[in-house]
């Protein structure tokens, strides 16, 4: 979750994510905006689920 989509993505491309460092470079392809961190945490933990991946391949 982030306040600033494309310094988010720029941090990942340049690999200063730990987490995320070896799977750089990143394409956005799926992004949404919520009124609260609260509801945006609950859709994030749904992405990242089997049926959220599920989901997200079905775009590409």
Do not use: C, W
């Not at 460092?21 to 859709?43: G, H, M, N, Q, W």
């Amino acid at each position: 979750m982030t306040n600033n989509l494309e310094r988010r993505l720029k941090e990942h491309d340049q690999r200063e994510n730990r987490s995320t460092k070896a799977y750089a470079p990143f394409t956005l392809i799926y992004s949404e905006v919520f009124d609260s961190r609260s509801i945006a945490r609950v859709k994030e933990k749904y992405l990242k689920s089997g049926v959220g991946k599920a989901f997200l391949k079905g775009l590409i």
